[in-house]
């Protein structure tokens, strides 16, 4: 089985930082990319960050320059460092990954940030 589960959210004042994390099972996670997507309420799924097995990365414009992904193979983690929060950053956010064709999520994490 594979499981995805975040932590780390929480509600924040604009300006503010927040720092998710994302531990998976039932996958060789070192070989996997990872990426975080976020849900704002009435809005789709959209696409956050991704990082690669190699490391390399890839962000949203929305995410560019404000928020790091980052990853930890001994730890099967994902992390993503969001800084410079914007009250338009308020979303659920999930961490996805895909194994054999079929994409995984996890639960998801409330972000909610204050102006």
């Known amino acids: 089985q594979v499981y995805l589960v975040e932590s780390g959210g929480g509600l924040v004042q604009a300006g503010e930082s927040l720092r998710l994390s994302c531990r998976t099972s039932?996958?060789?996670?070192?070989?996997?990319?990872m990426s975080w997507y976020r849900q704002a309420p009435g809005k789709q799924r959209d696409l956050v960050a991704t990082?690669?097995?190699?490391?390399?990365?890839n962000y949203s414009d929305p995410a560019k320059g404000r928020f790091t992904i980052s990853r930890v193979n001994a730890r099967s983690t994902v992390n993503l460092q969001m800084s410079s929060l914007k009250v338009e950053d308020t979303a659920v956010y999930y961490c996805?990954?895909?194994?054999?064709?079929?994409?995984?999520w996890g639960r998801g994490t409330q972000v909610t940030v204050s102006s």
């Open positions: 996805q990954t895909t194994w054999k064709s079929r994409n995984y």
């Open positions: 039932g996958i060789n996670f070192s070989i996997h990319r």
């Open positions: 990082i690669n097995s190699d490391g390399s990365t």
